[in-house]
């Protein structure tokens, strides 16, 4: 089995182009959930990873930037991974895993086969597509996996419920890396905070250096167009891992300006679990 140490990865689609809808559930929105929990679990291997999801507001764009994006990073031992929910009618289940050649078959059926075996659906298996623009243009091997059908409500309750053991798995077949320990849980812990804490830099603020800087630019409210409080939190420690709790209300912004207002707020009370929340000043 191939193993990868250089990956880069990204969530299908954008904020501006959702992709496929159903059950409440809009494509983009959950793959980036996918694509973020991927990159943190790579992250804890020491796997180096690149985040190529786009925020283009037309689907050429988004697959343009994608690939150029990826392109970009040395492909000596790289992978390049992007994550998509599938749409049909609503008996239609189970995960599948696309590749270009035969040169990523094998790699393709043990990712659909580790990710529907954590998941519990039907793995339809490896399917070869030649006609997608990002698996035929990224100049390393390329997988689009396929997590779930958005339209059936079965196949996202599982998606959504078993997500970190569907990320670990797909972590393990692409490094190679066996892990045995999983991040605990906090009680309480919302979905949509665990989101917003891993949507990485796009949706705050910029900064220069991740590792020291990331959770220090991450529960942010201003007070004016141009100054910046830092959210009091309450961190506490478990087997290595943060957990917060927010003391008051949150409004993210899409950019550094604070002009636009994103549409998720973190609430007062909700917690997160993360390994870089260390690096909070209280």
Same mark, same amino acid.
């Given at each position: 089995?191939?193993? !990868?140490?250089?990956?880069?990865?990204?969530?299908?689609?954008?904020?501006?182009?959702?992709?496929?809808?159903? &059950?409440?559930?809009?494509?983009?929105?959950?793959?980036?959930?996918?694509n973020?929990?991927?990159?943190?679990e790579l992250?804890?291997?020491?796997?180096?990873?690149?985040?190529?999801?786009?925020?283009a507001?037309?689907?050429?764009?988004?697959?343009?930037?994608?690939?150029?994006?990826?392109?970009a990073?040395?492909?000596?031992?790289?992978?390049?991974?992007?994550w998509?929910?599938?749409?049909?009618?609503?008996?239609?289940?189970?995960?599948?895993?696309?590749?270009?050649?035969?040169?990523?078959?094998?790699?393709?059926?043990?990712?659909?086969?580790?990710?529907?075996?954590?998941?519990?659906?039907?793995?339809?298996?490896?399917?070869?597509?030649?006609?997608? !623009?990002?698996?035929?243009?990224?100049?390393?091997?390329?997988?689009?996996?396929?997590?779930?059908?958005?339209?059936?409500?079965?196949?996202?309750?599982?998606?959504?419920?078993?997500?970190?053991?569907?990320?670990?798995?797909?972590?393990?077949?692409?490094?190679?890396?066996?892990?045995?320990?999983?991040?605990?849980?906090?009680?309480?812990?919302?979905?949509?905070?665990?989101?917003?804490?891993?949507?990485?830099?796009?949706? !705050?603020?910029a900064?220069?250096?991740e590792k020291?800087?990331?959770?220090?630019?991450?529960?942010?409210l201003?007070?004016?167009?141009?100054?910046?409080?830092?959210?009091?939190?309450?961190?506490?420690?478990? &087997?290595?891992? !943060?957990?917060?709790?927010?003391?008051?209300?949150?409004?993210?912004?899409s950019?550094?300006?604070?002009?636009?207002?994103?549409?998720?707020?973190?609430?007062?009370?909700?917690?997160?679990?993360?390994?870089?929340?260390?690096?909070?000043?209280?």
């Amino acid at each position: 089995m191939t193993s !990868y140490l250089n990956i880069t990865t990204n969530a299908g689609h954008s904020q501006k182009v959702e992709g496929a809808t159903g &059950n409440g559930y809009e494509e983009h929105d959950e793959a980036l959930k996918y694509n973020n929990d991927y990159i943190e679990e790579l992250r804890s291997y020491g796997v180096k990873v690149t985040n190529t999801t786009s925020e283009a507001s037309s689907q050429n764009a988004v697959l343009v930037e994608q690939v150029k994006k990826a392109n970009a990073v040395s492909k000596t031992g790289r992978l390049d991974v992007s994550w998509h929910f599938n749409s049909a009618d609503k008996s239609a289940t189970g995960v599948e895993v696309l590749y270009y050649d035969n040169a990523q078959k094998q790699l393709a059926t043990d990712v659909s086969v580790a990710l529907s075996k954590a998941l519990g659906l039907r793995d339809r298996g490896a399917k070869q597509r030649k006609d997608l !623009y990002f698996l035929a243009n990224t100049n390393a091997p390329a997988i689009l996996i396929e997590v779930a059908f958005i339209s059936n409500a079965n196949d996202m309750k599982a998606a959504t419920t078993k997500r970190t053991a569907a990320v670990k798995a797909v972590a393990e077949v692409t490094t190679g890396k066996k892990t045995t320990s999983n991040p605990p849980t906090a009680k309480g812990v919302k979905t949509n905070v665990h989101e917003t804490e891993f949507k990485n830099t796009k949706l !705050y603020f910029a900064y220069d250096n991740e590792k020291n800087s990331y959770a220090k630019v991450l529960f942010r409210l201003s007070t004016s167009n141009s100054k910046y409080d830092e959210i009091p939190l309450y961190p506490s420690s478990v &087997n290595g891992y !943060y957990v917060v709790q927010a003391k008051t209300d949150i409004q993210l912004y899409s950019d550094s300006n604070l002009t636009k207002k994103y549409n998720r707020k973190i609430t007062k009370g909700d917690q997160a679990v993360s390994k870089h929340l260390k690096h909070i000043n209280k």
